[in-house]
């Protein structure tokens, strides 16, 4: 699970998006009585009036269990994951608002705190997102839940089973240079930026597969940008050999009486 954090100044125009976004559940709040974002502020500043100096009142917080743990969950189970989340970052007693999204079939929360307590101390946001993340973690151990460490790993081996695949593919076609190599790949759906050197050479390479990117080392040592390029021209020089041989021809073998 992900767990995001991070201090707005604006939080009615961030309520709106949210309560607006199509498919948008609200799943719990604690002493706010608005239904817009214009009055959910309102009420937010009668405590945040209390601390002037406090310029990014409110907390906007996202909890984003994987796809999978997230499709088992009811709106009940959505709700007591806000309280634990909120009861671990000792937010649960300032006022707040929760909303489930389900974008794309992946099904998260959105919360919005008041950052500022009833008593017009404002909560320190030193490293908020970190501590988010650390808490995110925590529970989903607690909970059974894949974390986000797993997911990040999985998501690794997808996108390197997606290269790999393309790659042996694209060695097919014989490339005659990596920029070549480079423009086949684009037809597997994967970016290469390629670094080069104030004399042309290439001494970097980084594949990208929409949003995400990886350093071509970080796969594999065989795809650091020179070893890729080794490999390309070993790749050609067996490939030209094999046509070579095929295009010899064949002896005819006589027959002794």
């Known amino acids: 699970m992900i767990g995001k954090a991070k201090s707005i100044a604006h939080v009615s125009n961030a309520v709106d998006y949210a309560k607006s976004k199509k498919g ?8 706010v009585a608005g239904e817009t974002g214009t009055e959910i502020a309102k009420e937010f500043r009668v405590f945040q009036n209390l601390n002037a100096r406090c310029e990014k009142n409110s907390f906007s917080i996202v909890l984003s269990p994987a796809i999978p743990d997230g499709d088992k969950l009811t709106y ?16 649960k007693e300032n006022q707040y608002i929760t909303f489930l999204h389900s974008d794309r079939n992946h099904k998260h929360l959105h919360i919005f705190v008041n950052r500022i307590d009833f008593n017009g101390k404002a909560y320190k946001d030193n490293y908020i997102s970190k501590k988010a993340q650390r808490i995110a973690e925590n529970i989903a151990k607690d909970w059974k839940f894949t974390t986000a460490k797993e997911v990040q790993q999985q998501k690794e081996e997808r996108f390197r089973r997606q290269i790999v695949n393309a790659h042996g593919k694209v060695l097919t076609q014989n490339p005659q240079n990596i920029f070549e190599y480079a423009e086949l790949m684009k037809g597997h759906g994967i970016q290469m930026h390629l670094k080069q050197a104030l004399d042309g050479k290439v001494v970097g390479v980084r594949f990208q597969i929409g949003e995400g990117s990886v350093k ?17 021209l070993q790749n050609q020089r067996t490939i030209d050999q094999e046509k070579r041989q095929r295009s010899r021809p064949t002896k005819k073998r006589g027959f002794r009486l």
Do not use: P, T, Y
């Not at 948008?24 to 002493?31: G, T, V």
């Not at 634990?84 to 937010?91: K, N, P, Q």
């Open 216 to 232: 071509a080392n970080s796969l594999h040592r065989a795809f650091s940008a020179g070893n890729l390029q080794k490999l390309i």
């Open 76 to 91: 009940g189970d959505f709700a007591r994951l806000a309280d634990d989340f909120l009861s671990r970052m000792d937010l």
């Open 24 to 31: 948008a559940i609200e799943i719990s709040r604690h002493n």
